[in-house]
Each structure stands twice: as C-alpha cells, then as structure tokens.
C-alpha cells in the first residue's frame, strides 16, 4: 500500500475510531477527573456532615486547620517512613531473590510459583496473618523464634506499629519487584557476562559493573510503580491498628477525617495532598513509560 | 566439573531456603488451618504432629457468610472484570489501529488517571454513591473497580493488538467485514491470548482491591475483602477459622496468578518491563 492510500485508510478509520475510544474516555472523566475537581472544591468549603448547611467558600483555611492538626504531620512522616522502609525491603530482598533464582539452580518453575504467591493475596489477609500468626506476642511464630534464640517476644505492634506494618506490606511488594529483576537479568547479555567471567572479574565486579546499570532502569520504574500504590496503603492500617497517631498515614488521615469525624473539608484538603504528592512521582512515570512508547 | 556442580547444589539449597521463608506465611496459613483452635495458638506452635481436622473449613462452608462474599467477590470482579474488556477492546483497537496525532497523548492520560491516589476522589464518590443509592450495591462496586482497571487494561491491549499485523483486518475490511465483525471475528481470535491474560490480571486486581470494597459496602454487597477484614473485631479472632477463611478466599486468584504470572511483569509496568 502506497503512503498516500495509508493516510486515506487511517482518515477513513478515525471517524470510528474516535467513536470507540469515547466510552472509555467517558468512564475515566466520570471516575477520575469530575470526582477530583469536586474535591478540590469541597476542600475549599466549609462542609460538615453534620452540619448540612454550613457549606461555602471558606478560602484557604481547611489546609490551614488541617496543617495545624495533630495527625497531620505524623501521617505525612507515617506516609514516607512506609514508602521508605517497603522500598528498601522489597528491592533488596527482590534482588537478592532475583540472583538466586538467576543463577543455575534446580526447580525454578517450583521456585517462582512460592516467590510470586504473596503477590496475589488480598491486602486483608496478609496483615490479620501476618498480625495473628507471626507477630501476636504470647503465641506467634516470631515470639517462637525468639525463644528458640533465648531471646524476649517482641510486642510489635504495641511498640512499633508502622514498622510491622511496614513489614506486612514490604512482603507483599517483594514478589513485584523480585519477578521484574528477574525478567530483567534474563534479559541480559549472556555472553557478556560470560565474557567479563573469563577475562577474571568477580562475581562482585560483575554485579557492580554489568548488572545494576542494566537494572537502573528496571529499579526505577519498581520505585514509582510500588509508591503510587503505597501512597494508598488502608486495609492494612484498617484491620491491624485501627489507626492511632503512630500508624496513620496519609490515605487512612483521610478515611478518619471524612467518615469518623465528618470533615469533609480537611478531609478533602488530606486527599489533595496525597494527589500532589502523586502527581510528583507521576511526572517521572509518565516520563520513563513515554519513552517505551516510541520504541 | 565438580566445582560447578557443587556451586550449583549450593545456589539451589539457597534459592529453595530464601523461596520457602517468602512463602513461609501462606504455608504457615495452610497448616494452622488444619489445626483446632486450641492447637493453634499452642507454645511452642506444632509442626505436623497434630489431630489434622478439616472442621474450620467445614464450619465456614456451612455458615452463608463465606458464600455470600464469595458470589460478591466473584460477580464484582467478574463483573468488572467483563466491563473493563467491553470498553478497552474498541478503545485499543482505535489506538493501535486508526491513531491520530492525540493518540500518545490519550495513552499517557489514561496513565495518569492510574496515578491519581483513590482518597484523591473518595468523598466525592461516596457521597454521590450515598444520594444515589449506590452504596453497599454490587453494581457502584462495578463501575469503580472498572474504572480503577481500564488504564492497565487499555495499555495492555493496546501494546498487543500492535503485534497484530493491520494487514489482515484490512483484508477484511476489503471483504465487506462491518467493525463489529473485523472486533470479534477478527481481531479477538488473533490476540485472544492477550485478551485473556488482560482479563485475568484485572479480575486478580479487582478480586484483591480493599479501599473502596471496604468503604463502599456495609452488608449487602460484600465481597471477600470486607468478609475477612471482620476477623479483626476481637470477637473475630478465632485463628485457625480466619486461616481457613484466608486459604478460601485467596485460592482463586492464586492459581490464576501462577498461571499468568508472565503476563503481570508486562500489565503492571505499563510495557515498560518486557
């Protein structure tokens, strides 16, 4: 087909076309951006539930009541300390997993089905686990490790909720980023590796050298992709803490403002601050996926 | 020759250990489910050497909680599961097949609506939900957890249906072939194996989402997420119970997971990771 009949083709097909994207375009407005433009107002009223007819324009002063709150700058650290610590954890013990599984080992098939299941249950269920199996002090697993080393129960929830928390969410995302690293060490240059073995370089070389420039860039899309999900985290903190100044973060400021205490002005002024938090991270997604685009 | 098999005896001893302490929590589920609940919460825990009973799975079935949630769970992920392949096939097949200039654009949009944090848009939808009777009903649960897919679901389409070579819908199309035809005669035999894989991912995500299953519904429509959020009451905490309710509730998209687990690199890194 010549150039000129391709461009007729597609001219011919875009009336179509526009009409079949439409209703998804319709349902993404309709959930994402109308939703959001009506909580950038609410968080600019005064609006009680319990109070119907306090609503109006109140200016700024949702952001600064909220800023001025006890929780807020607790969620806000709560927020990045959970980011933080499910970052490290999942990455490095997902790289460490994606070597080992890397390397020539018996039973990979068997060994990536163990790895990739905590991936696919449900937030629930992996922190009442996690909290009533593993954690509970008086007859968890921990507490049976702990005395097999002669040493005292640790009462994590009691003394470091966001940590265990942390913990239970950090294992979840290890499978993520373990099955991209290893999608993408088996995409790397055997022979070059081959090669850097034979002309004598250590297998610390060679991971220092070879192979975390080839996973820069694998890294930095486990980074925004596990924190646009992190910035969400809520069923963990629902069913374990039940927030508390300690535990809350961000998303669960939200839930407690609006449905506990029925300020939906500061509660939406908490939502927007997760979204601007978001949309930083966003950019650079967008950014990296664009790009893969072209290719 | 020997040092080789020898380094290769000890990277599976460790790859083997390092997998079974990630899995190490669901095997622990497997087996306190077998338990009674006083073995359960025995100290120090026993291993195997326990009366293994099959009555926490049996009381569970036997309750119409479980089964309740599981109808939910499977007609909201279903559901929206079915809902999000109506919308993103067209939508896929117009970006990959009849793109104009905003084409990149729109992809990158609908990204970008993935980014935006559900407590950005919480208090809007509930209480639109509220006024509209949509709360605690399996339909709102639908529409959102539709909503929330249909960007990972456009994206993996769209990066499929441009393996398919135009070349034969446009023959097709020369045959007289209307759109409907060329979509589902067509097209959805060539990239069924995509098609599927889409669908199993967004039916997992759906099956595993717990903000708005548990915002959303009260009673009525719960699905498995709410059901197991209720063992945390105190009066919830009976363990070797909520270890069999979890193996119940996860087994499904387990097995689908396993099955797909290719396939998930891909969806949820946005065909940034191959």
């Known amino acids: ?295 | 020759m020997r040092t080789r098999r020898r380094y290769r005896a000890i990277a599976t001893m460790f790859a083997w250990a390092a997998s079974l302490t990630i899995a190490f929590p669901l095997l622990w589920t497997l087996l306190t489910s077998f338990k009674t609940e006083l073995e359960a919460v025995s100290f120090p825990p026993r291993f195997l050497s326990f009366d293994w009973t099959l009555a926490n799975y049996r009381g569970i079935l036997a309750e119409g909680d479980y089964l309740h949630s599981l109808i939910n769970s499977v007609i909201v992920a279903g559901g929206s599961s079915a809902l999000v392949l109506a919308l993103a096939i067209p939508a896929a097949w117009s970006m990959a097949f009849a793109p104009t200039r905003r084409t990149r654009g729109i992809l990158l949009w609908m990204l970008s609506t993935k980014m935006l944090p559900p407590v950005g848009v919480f208090i809007p939808i509930f209480l639109f939900y509220r006024d509209w009777g949509l709360l605690d009903s399996r339909t709102g649960l639908v529409l959102l957890l539709a909503a929330a897919n249909l960007p990972i679901a456009a994206w993996m389409l769209f990066s499929n249906f441009r393996d398919v070579p135009g070349e034969i819908l446009e023959a097709a199309r020369m045959d007289g072939a209307s759109l409907w035809q060329e979509l589902v005669s067509v097209l959805a035999p060539l990239a069924l194996p995509g098609i599927a894989s889409t669908f199993f991912l967004v039916f997992t995500l759906a099956w595993n989402e717990s903000f708005w299953t548990l915002n959303l519904v009260t009673t009525e429509a719960t699905p498995l997420t709410a059901f197991i959020a209720a063992f945390s009451s105190p009066q919830g905490l009976f363990w070797a119970r909520l270890s069999a309710a979890s193996i119940l509730s996860i087994v499904p998209v387990l097995l689908i997971g396993w099955l797909c687990q290719r396939q998930l690199v891909r969806g949820l890194t946005f065909g940034a990771v191959k």
């Open chain 1, 1 to 295: 087909m010549t150039a000129g009949a391709a461009i007729r083709q597609r001219s011919y097909l875009q009336g179509p076309g526009r009409l079949l994207l439409a209703p998804a375009i319709l349902l993404l407005l309709a959930a994402s951006i109308a939703p959001l433009l009506v909580t950038i107002k609410f968080s600019l009223s005064d609006y009680r539930l319990l109070f119907p007819d306090s609503s109006g324009f109140v200016g700024l002063s949702n952001y600064a009541r909220l800023v001025a709150s006890p929780d807020f700058v607790p969620a806000l650290v709560n927020t990045l300390m959970l980011i933080a610590i499910v970052l490290a954890a999942s990455i490095a013990g997902g790289l460490g997993l994606a070597l080992l599984l890397d390397g020539s080992v018996i039973g990979r098939g068997g060994l990536r089905l163990l790895v990739i299941s905590p991936f696919f249950v449900m937030p629930p269920v992996s922190a009442l686990l996690w909290k009533n199996l593993l954690m509970q002090p008086v007859s968890g697993f921990f507490a049976w490790l702990a005395a097999l080393f002669g040493l005292p129960a640790y009462d994590w929830f009691s003394h470091a909720p966001l940590l265990s928390i942390a913990l239970i969410v950090a294992w979840q995302w290890l499978p993520f980023a373990a099955l991209i690293l290893l999608t993408s060490l088996q995409s790397f240059d055997r022979e070059l590796r081959e090669a850097a073995q034979l002309d004598g370089a250590s297998p610390a070389a060679i991971l220092r050298h070879l192979l975390l420039p080839h996973l820069a860039r694998p890294i930095a899309i486990i980074v925004m992709i596990e924190t646009i999900f992190l910035i969400g985290v809520f069923a963990e903190i629902l069913v374990t803490t039940g927030g508390g100044t300690a535990s809350t973060d961000l998303a669960f400021l939200v839930y407690s403002q609006a449905m506990l205490q029925y300020d939906i002005g500061a509660a939406s002024a908490a939502g927007l601050v997760a979204v601007v938090f978001a949309n930083i991270l966003a950019i650079f997604l967008i950014r990296a996926v664009g790009r893969s685009l072209e290719a």
